[in-house]
């Protein structure tokens, strides 16, 4: 139910169930941490593999296949490499996109004033995620930059655990780059990924509300209202893989011995444009859909079970 604010004035931080304060914010980024660090940790096989057949692709020639190549050169502790950057990085990433995301777009809407935010909703959501994403990639880039490395050094070339393979990466900042060399590319991959799993959720959820649970979204209990969630969660996920998988490839590909010294420019035109938007693009489709609906529905249980409502469809 809508709010006015205490000026009696419209305030797009009173339109929800709750009021939208300081402690708003501060449990929407602790549910973003929790949406985002556990699911981005538990799919590390997924991502070890894909980041190898990104970067090693006549060796890793697929998913399957390249889970194999792992456990059989490494064991399966070779699956759950970059394990603790994955989980720290994502975490705080997850922290600075949701609450931000919140926080932004409240502001962003209060900007446009009623009549605007309403009829531009949609460019609201875009510009509301792409400012939340600026952010939270400067808090994830040093730990993705040491994860891609941990992940796609030859075993036993590389420090596995965290502190070592951090400690390493600082000291060998002038051929790695660290701890901020992959921030434009991570740009680049991550704001377009979030614009689209942002703008496309919150679509997908006011289509399930407009035409197919089409009473008042409070009077649908909170399974229903959580499995509308994760439905266009995934739909939005696979939407994401889709727009940022060529940035991706280039950011599995900057860690790369081979490519040392070398611009993006440079790596983009020797790998070609066809294998930076296919290679490992299926195994990303599916762990991006899977991902993104399970960060939602872990996002909006929080928030639900912190009595703050489920996000969209309002």
Avoid at 22 to 34: E, I, R
Avoid at 102 to 116: I, P, T, V
Avoid at 222 to 250: E, M, R, W
């Amino acid at each position: 139910m809508a709010h006015l604010a205490p000026a009696g004035k419209w305030d797009a931080r009173y339109l929800g169930p709750v009021p939208h304060d300081t402690s708003y914010y501060a449990k929407c980024m602790l549910g973003g941490a929790l949406a985002c660090g556990f699911t981005h940790a538990g799919i590390t096989p997924l991502d070890v593999t894909k980041c190898n057949m990104q970067v090693n692709p006549a060796k890793f020639k697929g998913l399957v296949p390249g889970l194999k190549t792992l456990v059989a050169e490494e064991g399966s502790k070779g699956l759950w490499k970059g394990f603790g950057p994955t989980f720290v990085g994502y975490s705080l990433q997850g922290m600075f996109k949701y609450g931000l995301y919140e926080f932004f777009k409240d502001q962003y809407m209060n900007l446009a004033g009623e009549e605007a935010s309403t009829k531009y909703k949609g460019a609201i959501w875009l510009a509301g995620s792409a400012s939340a994403e600026f952010f939270a990639d400067i808090a994830l880039c040093p730990l993705e930059m040491t994860k891609v490395k941990i992940q796609t050094s030859p075993a036993g070339t590389f420090p596995v655990p965290m502190f070592a393979a951090l400690s390493e990466m600082s000291k060998l900042k002038a051929e790695t780059r660290y701890p901020f060399g992959s921030l434009v590319p991570l740009w680049s991959r991550q704001i377009p990924y979030t614009m689209a799993k942002f703008f496309f959720f919150e679509y997908i959820v006011g289509l399930f509300y407009t035409h197919v649970f089409t009473a008042p979204k409070d009077s649908y209990g909170k399974g229903t209202q959580l499995g509308v969630t994760f439905a266009s969660g995934y739909l939005a996920g696979v939407v994401c893989a889709l727009v940022s998988h060529p940035a991706d490839s280039l950011v599995s590909l900057m860690g790369k011995p081979a490519n040392r010294g070398k611009g993006l420019g440079q790596i983009a035109s020797e790998t070609g444009l066809v294998a930076l938007a296919t290679k490992g693009l299926g195994t990303r489709v599916l762990m991006i859909g899977t991902l993104t609906g399970f960060q939602w529905w872990i996002y909006d249980t929080f928030k639900t079970t912190m009595g703050m409502g489920t996000t969209g469809g309002k």
